[in-house]
C-alpha cells in the first residue's frame, strides 16, 4: 500500500453528544485508540436509534400517538363536539403527522439502511457534509464520515546536506479530519477527528477497513472518491497525497471488504483496468466512473450520487448519471458512467482467460502482432477493441479451431453483456466522448501479465 491509500476509509463513528459537534485530536500514539472508540459509540447510537424505532411501531405505542394527535388538535373524542368538521380536519392533519413519522421510523428501523464514506484531498465539500448529515437525518443513510486530507509538514531546506533533508522528510507528519456523522433524538450530530501522522500507515488502514467490512450485513456500503485520476492512481491537486489504485483493490480483497457502490469522481478512472480489478476481487457491485474527464467544476460533485440515494441502488446510480446538467467545459471530452460490475464480473473474466488461451495457441510472434495493432489513443472504447480482436481471428486464424471458437463466443458474450449492464450514461453536450469503458495498451498488458502472458522478446 503506498502513502495514504487505503486510510481513505476512515469513517463511520460517532458518539451522542447530541446537538453540538465533538472535536477530537489524534497522533500516531492515540488514534488507534480513538478510532476504536468511536467504532465503539456508533454502534451503541446506531442500534439505539432502531430500538427506539421498533418501540414506537407496538400497538401501544400506536394508540398513544393517536391520543396524542387529538391533544395537539384540541379535541376530546368523548366531547360533543366531535361531529365539528373543522375540528375533525384538524385532527385528520395532526393523524396525517403522525402516520408520516411512524412510516419514517418503520423506515429507520427495518429496511436495510447505508453506511457512506468519502474521501476527499485539499478541501472539505461543505455541501456534501450537509448533504450526509440530511440523509442521517431522514434514515436513509445510517452513519457516515467525511474524510479530508489537509496538508503535509513543510521543510526548511535552508543549509540542510541531502541527507538531513531525507532524514527530515522521514519524519514528516499527514494532517487531516475526520468529519463523522451519526443519528441522534435530536438529529444528526457530526463530530470532527483531527490527526497527524506518518505517510506510512498501512497498518492503520487495515484497521479500518476491518471494523467497516463487519458491518458489510447490516448495511448497504458506498465508497465516494474525489481525486484527481490518472487510471492506475489518484492524487491531490499539490501531488502531496496519493494512492495506487491496485493497492487499494488487493486490500480490500485481502480483507473481504464489500462495496455495493463505488463512485470514483475523478478523470479517466473508468478503465479497463480499474473495471477488471473491481471483477477479479468481487467486492463492488456497482460503480459511477468516468472514462474521459470527469464532471467538474463544482463541490456539488462530490456527494451528487447522495440525493438520489435510496433503496433501489440502480435506480440511484441511474438518476445520480443521467441528471448531471450540461454546461460548458474548457475540455473536448466529459463523460460519467454507471455499471453493474457484479454481473459484468463473469463474462469480463471468462473473456480475458479465453483472450489470453488463444494468443498462447496462436502461432510464435502474435502477441507482439497484436500488440502493434492496437490503438494507442487516450479515447477508446473497450467495446470497440473486442470487436478488433474479433476482426483479427478473423482475418488471421481458423475461425473453426477451438480455442479460437471459444474466444470469439465469449467475445460475443461479453459485448452483449457491456451494453446490458450499463445502467446510465452521461455525455457533456456536443462532446465526443467515450461510450463506456475506456482502452489503452497498458491496461491489456496488465491483464495478460495476470495470466502469465507477456510480449514475445
Not at 166 to 178: A, I, N, R, V
Not at 211 to 230: I, P, Q
Request: aromatic share 12%; charged share 25%; net charge neutral.
Amino acid at each position: 500500500m503506498k502513502k495514504i491509500g487505503l486510510f481513505l476509509l476512515v469513517f463511520l463513528c460517532w458518539q451522542p453528544v447530541f446537538a453540538q459537534s465533538k472535536v477530537i485530536y489524534a497522533n500516531e500514539r492515540n488514534f488507534r485508540t480513538e478510532l476504536g472508540a468511536l467504532f465503539h459509540r456508533s454502534e451503541r447510537a446506531i442500534w439505539g436509534m432502531r430500538q427506539l424505532a421498533e418501540d414506537r411501531n407496538t400497538p401501544q405505542q400506536r394508540a398513544a400517538f393517536i391520543r396524542r394527535g387529538q391533544q395537539l388538535a384540541g379535541q376530546n373524542p368523548d366531547s360533543a363536539w366531535a361531529d365539528d368538521r373543522e375540528t375533525l380536519a384538524k385532527i385528520d392533519k395532526v393523524m396525517q403527522e403522525i402516520e408520516a413519522k411512524q412510516r419514517q421510523q418503520e423506515f429507520r428501523g427495518r429496511r436495510k439502511q447505508w453506511q457512506v464514506a468519502f474521501l476527499t484531498m485539499d478541501s472539505l465539500a461543505k455541501t456534501a457534509l450537509y448533504r450526509l448529515q440530511n440523509k442521517v437525518e431522514e434514515g436513509i443513510i445510517a452513519r457516515g464520515a467525511f474524510l479530508v486530507w489537509e496538508e503535509k509538514d513543510e521543510i526548511d531546506e535552508t543549509g540542510l546536506s541531502l541527507w538531513e533533508i531525507l532524514e527530515k522528510t522521514e519524519s514528516q507528519q499527514l494532517h487531516g479530519t475526520l468529519y463523522m456523522v451519526y443519528p441522534s433524538s435530536k438529529g444528526a450530530v457530526t463530530e470532527e477527528l483531527h490527526f497527524s501522522c506518518k505517510p506510512e500507515i498501512s497498518d492503520v488502514s487495515e484497521l479500518l477497513l476491518k471494523n467497516l467490512s463487519a458491518h458489510n450485513d447490516a448495511f448497504y456500503t458506498a465508497l465516494v472518491m474525489f481525486a484527481h485520476g490518472d487510471r492506475e492512481n489518484m492524487y491531490d491537486g499539490k501531488m502531496i497525497f496519493s494512492y495506487d489504485i491496485e493497492d487499494f483493490f488487493d486490500t480490500i480483497e485481502k480483507l473481504d471488504f464489500h462495496i455495493d457502490v463505488l463512485d470514483m469522481v475523478s478523470c479517466y478512472m473508468g478503465s479497463l483496468r480499474t473495471v477488471y480489478l473491481m471483477a477479479k476481487g468481487n467486492l463492488v457491485d456497482y460503480s459511477i466512473f468516468s472514462s474521459d474527464y470527469a464532471v467538474s467544476g463544482a463541490s456539488k460533485r462530490v456527494s451528487h450520487f447522495l440525493r438520489f440515494l435510496g433503496s433501489n441502488v440502480e435506480n440511484s446510480i441511474k438518476d445520480s448519471v443521467s441528471s448531471n446538467p450540461q454546461f460548458l467545459l474548457a475540455v473536448m471530452q466529459a463523460n460519467e458512467l454507471g455499471y453493474n460490475i457484479k454481473d459484468l464480473r463473469k463474462p469480463l473474466l471468462q473473456w480475458s482467460e479465453k483472450y489470453v488461451a488463444m494468443v498462447k495457441h496462436g502461432p510464435k510472434g502474435m502477441a507482439g502482432q497484436l500488440y502493434q495493432s492496437w490503438p494507442r489513443r487516450d479515447h477508446y472504447l473497450f467495446d470497440d477493441f473486442i470487436k478488433q480482436q474479433m476482426d483479427y481471428v478473423r482475418t488471421h486464424l481458423d475461425i473453426q479451431d477451438p480455442v479460437n471458437k471459444e474466444f470469439m463466443q465469449s467475445s460475443g458474450r461479453l459485448l452483449r453483456m457491456l451494453q446490458k449492464n450499463k445502467i446510465a450514461q452521461w455525455c457533456l453536450k456536443e462532446s465526443k466522448c467515450t461510450r463506456g469503458i475506456s482502452f489503452r495498451p497498458g491496461d491489456m498488458l496488465y491483464i495478460w501479465s495476470e495470466y502469465g502472458l507477456y510480449i514475445d522478446s
